[in-house]
């Protein structure tokens, strides 16, 4: 997700990564954008009062960041619930694809197809596979 200054004062989604993913729940999170700056995004947890700088590529918060925890723990950022749904369903469809080519090196190849071509590529694999 790229992070414009028309997002200030819109409500984002995100799923947690890394260490934050442990007791997740499934529920997205829900985070006010008050500030898009240069570096950082100025973010809140909806309904909380309190802020904090996360890092919109890795989503993880700059205090973090400063205490060398850079691949630790931190966030995707969706606009929108739908958004998210896409991505999960990409990620499930790239996951199995890789299983059932047993080729991990694959997977980010699959990334510039279209979602209807990973479809019927896993449905090709799935006969083929089975």
């Known amino acids: 997700m790229e992070f414009t200054k028309e997002h200030e004062g819109k409500i984002i989604y ?3 990564t890394g260490n934050a993913a442990r007791r997740w729940d499934g529920n997205l ?3 006010e954008v008050v500030k898009v700056k240069r570096k950082y995004v100025e973010m809140r947890i909806n309904g909380g009062v309190f802020t ?3 890092c919109p590529k890795t989503g993880a918060t700059q205090s973090a960041i400063n205490a060398g925890y850079t691949t630790n723990s931190g966030y995707l950022f969706f606009e929108s619930k739908d958004d998210y749904r896409k991505w999960e369903f990409r990620e499930t469809v790239c996951e199995n694809i890789t299983k059932m080519t047993r080729d991990y090196s694959l997977r980010h190849k699959l990334s510039g197809l279209s979602d209807e071509d990973l479809r019927v590529l896993e449905h ?3 006969k083929v596979c089975d």
């Open 14 to 16: 995100a799923r947690p």
């Open 29 to 31: 999170k829900e985070f």
């Open 52 to 54: 904090d700088n996360y």
């Open 124 to 126: 090709i694999l799935l």
